[in-house]
């Protein structure tokens, strides 16, 4: 029995250092959808975000999400597309039915579903996850990780004077 609750949904992000809250997110994606159109923003979409921190190249992202969803044999049920835009496949007619975000992105799905109903799209169903929280309950970010404050688990890393 099939128990997903849509045959097709989108995810995206840059997935810079594949954190905890990156996982989380994508584990929701496969557990709602059959088939998960991942969004990887491409280098020179991620230089037009102008992140606070450096950002692994998309071949380095590339690798890296591959290796997570083969490691939880979901690779199969994925199609990795390069992002250079907010919006990506999710304004071409299709079998898209969902999006799959967290709190913090939740304002881009809200921004496609309007393009969408201008471009005569049904808008998408939108799954929200919370943020992740790390051991000092602050979300988890690759910013946060970046600047050597906590690791990918979201555990604190000890300062040492």
Do not use: W
Request: net charge positive.
């Amino acid at each position: 029995m099939n128990n997903k609750r849509f045959k097709s949904v989108a995810v995206g992000g840059t997935f810079d250092e594949l954190h905890k809250g990156h996982k989380t997110l994508l584990l929701k994606a496969f557990e709602v959808g059959e088939q998960v159109l991942i969004g990887l923003c491409t280098d020179e979409f991620v230089a037009k975000m102008k992140k606070p921190h450096m950002v692994a190249s998309y071949e380095e992202r590339l690798i890296e999400l591959k290796c997570f969803l083969n490691k939880h044999g979901l690779l199969e049920r994925a199609k990795i597309i390069p992002l250079n835009d907010a919006y990506g496949a999710t304004l071409q007619k299709g079998c898209l039915e969902a999006i799959v975000v967290s709190k913090e992105t939740e304002p881009t799905a809200k921004k496609i579903n309007e393009e969408r109903t201008k471009h005569g799209l049904e808008p998408l169903k939108v799954v929200t996850i919370e943020m992740v929280p790390s051991e000092n309950h602050a979300p988890i970010s690759t910013t946060r990780i970046r600047m050597g404050e906590i690791d990918r688990e979201g555990r604190l890393i000890k300062k040492h004077a």
